[in-house]
């Protein structure tokens, strides 16, 4: 059993305000405008540890030009909230976790010079000649522009497949979304939360609807592996209980961290 | 010896009157809705008559499986009272070609005993044990009913991968819309025509749009290998290619078209 446990604080980094709800739910509302809102979770351990799971999206000129027009409210810049909220400077963070290298996940990878990012084998080689349909949303080199994870590659560090990396954190390979996309399973006092990333948009995505048990993401490579995926999180239900947190879920920021604190009776 | 030509009827099977356009081209146009047919290919020459895919059942089964689709099947476009149209029995097809088996292309080859019906090795294996999300597509088992591509009487020729069926007729196997999926390609006098299944669902997967040179279909298993079929295709000879479900194909009652 882990000896550390954590706490998981979501930070909110802006937002897409009109997003086609069908991206988060395959061939469920297409249609249907929602906002999708930008969320990297600092986890901060029992052991003194401070680690950041993702690291956001570009600034919204940028994205305005290569991808779509962003909603970012002042004050929501990753580095200035770290410092505000949590007094953390980016130097004191032991290292991050980038669930996988879609722009809106990684574009602050830049700004923690010096720091590991832990990432999957599979999730950088795909990064690197994706689809056609995937060249913007990895700003790969095909894309004919420098995405901002590139700038920050030798601080890459790359894990094959399942991987305990610290004490209470392990990395799980979950490929649907992206090719490599990898969940964090972290321990606390409540038990294993899975920041699912990608792989799970919303709560929707996994309480699913009256026909299908779960629903995929709208954005994928591979609908198969996917449904693969799924299995394997229904087994880590199964077996280790875990509490799932999907990636852009506006009710995820509705709680200050993770676990939420039991309310007194 | 020249290889014998042939000539391809579009036949109208009925149409989906309100179709999420972005099923057709994937995460383009959310929320449009568009007319879609189903379509058959009846192929004629050499003394044969061949047909590529055999479209939806009725009404009622499109009504009580796939809910979600609104639909306008009459009985007489039909598929059978089409070839009659067209002068033909059931006994008089010589063999049948499936693109792929989603009930909208093959719910009718029980219409046709005896009849060779040419289809793919992975699209029957994926077709008796699809993800959930594809159940209902394939009328498979795990859903609680009996896809008619296994119905007693049709007489299923499994092939595995590309391969002439007859002189001027081959089939390209071509995953991506499904594990198995199959374009067929026809010697024409006016060269080679391609009737290319769902793989291009209207003319627009092929041709492209400002951001990418094909769209692969909203409905899909594994895009990675539907990206290589592009570049295959890329690479097959045809002059003209027939989607699966363009209104367009039908502008021209007989391929090639003077």
Redesign the interface.
């Known amino acids: 059993m882990p000896k550390a446990t954590y706490r998981i604080y979501p930070i909110y980094l802006g937002e897409i305000p009109e997003h086609?709800k069908?991206?988060f739910t395959?061939?469920v509302d297409?249609?249907?405008k929602t906002t999708c809102p930008f969320i990297s979770f600092l986890l901060l351990g029992s052991n003194g540890r401070k680690i950041l799971v993702d690291t956001g999206p570009c600034d919204a000129e940028w994205a305005a030009e290569y991808h779509m027009p962003l909603n970012i409210p002042a004050g929501c810049e990753l580095t200035a909230i770290l410092k505000e909220r949590f007094q953390i400077a980016p130097e004191d963070l032991d290292y991050l976790i980038c669930t996988h290298l879609h722009w809106d996940h990684s574009c602050g990878n830049h700004k923690f010079p010096g720091k590991k990012i832990y990432v999957q084998k599979r999730e950088l080689e795909y990064a690197l000649d994706p689809?056609?349909?995937h060249r913007g949303t990895y700003e790969s080199p095909q894309y004919g522009v420098v995405s901002s994870w590139v700038k920050a590659k030798d601080q890459l560090e790359l894990v094959d497949g399942d991987t305990e990396i610290d004490d209470g954190i392990r990395l799980v390979l979950l490929p649907g979304h992206s090719?490599g996309m990898q969940g964090v399973l972290v321990h606390t006092e409540d038990g294993e939360y899975l920041l699912a990333g990608d792989c799970i948009n919303l709560y929707e995505n996994w309480t699913g609807n009256a026909k299908?048990?779960h629903i995929?993401g709208?954005?994928?490579?591979?609908?198969?592996?996917y449904?693969k995926t799924y299995e394997k999180i229904e087994a880590l239900e199964r077996d280790e209980h875990i509490r799932i947190i999907p990636g852009h879920d506006p009710a995820v920021l509705e709680h200050e961290a993770y676990p939420v604190p039991h309310t007194p009776v | 010896m020249a290889i014998p030509t042939y000539t391809i009827k579009p036949l109208y099977l009925g149409e989906m009157t309100k179709y999420e356009k972005s099923m057709h081209t994937f995460t383009f146009d959310y929320g449009v809705k568009m007319h879609s047919p189903y379509l058959s290919f009846l192929v004629q020459g050499n003394g044969l008559n061949i047909l590529v895919d055999t479209g939806p059942k009725n009404y009622e089964v499109i009504k009580k499986y796939h809910s979600h689709v609104e639909a306008d099947v009459p009985p007489e476009v039909h598929i059978l009272k089409v070839l009659e149209r067209e002068g033909l029995k059931p006994e008089d097809i010589d063999f049948i070609i499936c693109t792929h088996l989603h009930w909208d292309h093959c719910q009718n080859n029980d219409c046709f005993p005896g009849k060779k019906v040419y289809t793919q090795k992975r699209e029957v294996l994926y077709a008796i044990n699809p993800i959930e999300l594809h159940w209902y597509t394939y009328e498979s088992p795990q859903c609680g009913l009996s896809p008619v591509w296994a119905a007693a009487g049709t007489k299923l020729v499994v092939l595995d991968g590309d391969e002439e069926i007859v002189p001027g007729i081959e089939v390209f196997l071509t995953p991506g819309h499904t594990p198995g999926s199959q374009c067929v390609r026809v010697n024409t006098e006016d060269g080679y025509y391609l009737i290319a299944g769902d793989t291009v669902n209207i003319y627009e997967n092929w041709a492209g749009n400002a951001k990418y040179r094909h769209v692969p279909a909203g409905i899909h298993v594994n895009l990675i290998e539907y990206e290589e079929t592009f570049k295959k295709m890329d690479k097959i000879e045809f002059k003209e290619i027939l989607p699966g479900h363009d209104m367009k194909v039908l502008d021209y009652p007989l391929y090639p078209h003077k």
């Open positions: 086609d069908s991206s395959y061939m297409m249609g249907k689809l056609p349909i090719d299908l048990r995929i709208g954005l994928h490579s591979d609908v198969k592996a449904f």
